[in-house]
């Protein structure tokens, strides 16, 4: 009984919007799970111990206590120092400017080790292990969402590189094109994030574009063009949605072409927000829109959907755990 | 002496102009070289025929007898199948069309096991051993000639993925740009490959724009526009030849740091026609322009030009050749 219970590993995937947590056991099963919105204000003090609450939660609803948890894992956006447990330039959280000791500050919350890796490459690995990805040695994870993030793995193992390795959306598709960030211009994101396509759809309407983007948004309830206001505008044949879309799956398209030129992996997985939600229809047409850019055409990678949806990232941080062989 | 002898092994690389051969001995030192223009007749058997005499040439420079060589390596363009030693559509191969069993044909001509690798990952595999490369974890190398190849190092092993990884000059770099070939555009081949900038430098002269390349080529009695005549045009100031080096040198910069921010490796190495005979100069102009492209421009990875070469792609191929353990 004892070696079963110390076995549970909890698992937290901070992101913009929610804090995502799961309690995974010894045959990686998810035994419970919780979610919260994550705080506004505070800053990253503020975010650790909403991230903790949010852990306990779901060992809570897994009918666990507390202390069974052998060992947490996260995953975080921004810079992340595996060997620390600090996060820095988390851009995507309020507050979050420069670097915190979050591994250490909920290592001693929740009287259990820590380790933190990037919220891609965690989430990569989860669908590797035990999500689309299962079979397959080497595999591209593609999250589109807000941006677009990567996560490698080869030959078994997740690639790093240098500590920044895999940012697929910032693949070069048009040289001197679209404005990115930081002075780069042309990423693929640039076209595909679903920040710059809102930014393009606003553009649009400010030059007197007819588009039912925000009427959709409104009418949801939402501030924001989310994945759910993308599909429903694409439902209803949006002229300024469906062209935007049309260039975001082309640029994805190059750019994970580009990719396989030069890696030539077993598979491409396709999740985050927009890919989930749109799913395996739009990772076959990725696969198409591949295909003229492949160098090796006559046997393109399969591209899968993510299978773990939106608890992949709180899986893959739970299977990073860092739990002792006893 | 018994051992040192056994230890020499044979190096041979397959160029569409040139075949190139070394003896190295066990210290990976050259102990002896030589050099023979590929048969433009006779298809792959009179490849394979001048591919030994050029071997055996090779041996006779350096003192030894055919008979010390204990194994031999090949590096070769085209699709290598490194498990049956067959090489099939080596395109820049007059000739070489189908499927030809290389490997079993030279290791009968030679009386030596022989291993078959793909050209530019041998050469990369020599840079990163003995060249430029030398001390760094993982490199890609970049090999500016009439196409674009590249070889990937990652964690000191190559990488190959399902056997047609590295395609670095088959990174899209313009969506909808430039045709390459089979039907793909915008590769960065179509912009830097000394091929294709050879198509539209006399596209241009057909244009009626004034370029001094075919006079240089006349000058030199060479048949193409050679890295050495691309030098002396970019030497007398011709604005053709300044405009398409310049796209060239844009289009791999763009490729190379979509590279770099996928797999952050510790070093660039550039080689090649081009490459070589450009030198360190372009190498560091390569590193200025990816900067703008990086995803972390802090920490730029090194670019160097190719230690090894004329001899890179032939010591390389030795280093792969099969000795057995004794």
Redesign the interface.
């Known amino acids: 009984m004892t070696t079963t219970r110390a076995r549970l590993r909890g698992g937290i995937d901070l992101g913009g919007t929610k804090i995502q947590a799961v309690v995974i056991d010894g045959r990686n099963a998810v035994r419970g799970s919780a979610r919260t919105p994550t705080p506004r204000e505070g800053g990253p003090p503020a975010v650790a111990v909403a991230m903790a609450e949010t852990l306990r939660a779901a060992v809570a609803s897994s009918g666990a206590s507390p202390g069974q948890l052998a060992a947490v894992g996260i995953g975080a956006p921004g810079a992340v120092d595996a060997a620390t447990g600090d996060v820095a330039h988390s851009g995507n959280i309020i507050g979050w400017h420069g670097s915190f000791p979050l591994g250490s500050t909920l290592a001693a919350d929740l009287g259990a080790p820590v380790r933190i890796g990037n919220d891609v490459d965690v989430a990569t690995e989860a669908e590797y292990r035990l999500g689309a990805g299962k079979g397959y040695r080497?595999v591209l994870g593609v999250f589109w969402g807000t941006g677009v993030g990567?996560g490698?793995i080869?030959n078994g193992q997740r690639?790093?590189?240098?500590?920044?390795?895999?940012?697929?959306g910032?693949?070069?598709?048009?040289?001197d094109g679209l404005p990115c960030g930081?002075?780069?211009?042309?990423?693929m994101e640039a076209y595909a994030g679903r920040g710059r396509m809102e930014e393009r759809a606003r553009a649009a309407l400010a030059k007197g574009h007819k588009t039912s983007l925000f009427e959709i948004m409104e009418r949801r309830g939402k501030e924001r063009l989310s994945s759910g206001v993308w599909q429903d505008a694409l439902a209803e044949g949006d002229k300024i949605a469906i062209g935007l879309i049309d260039e975001a799956m082309?640029?994805i398209a190059?750019?994970v072409?580009?990719?396989n030129?030069?890696?030539?992996?077993?598979a491409i997985i396709l999740g985050g927000g927009l890919g989930t939600r749109f799913g395996q229809p739009f990772a076959d047409r990725l696969g198409r829109e591949m295909l003229?850019?492949l160098?090796?055409?006559d046997?393109p990678p399969p591209v899968f959907v993510a299978a773990l949806g939106d608890l992949g990232g709180a899986i893959g941080a739970a299977l990073g755990a860092p739990v002792r062989a006893r």
């Open positions: 080497s990567g490698l080869l690639w790093t590189g240098r500590g920044a390795a895999a940012e697929i910032h693949v070069v598709v048009v040289i930081s002075g780069r211009k042309g990423c082309a640029a190059a750019a072409a580009s990719a030129n030069l890696l030539d992996v077993d003229p850019h160098f090796v055409s046997r």
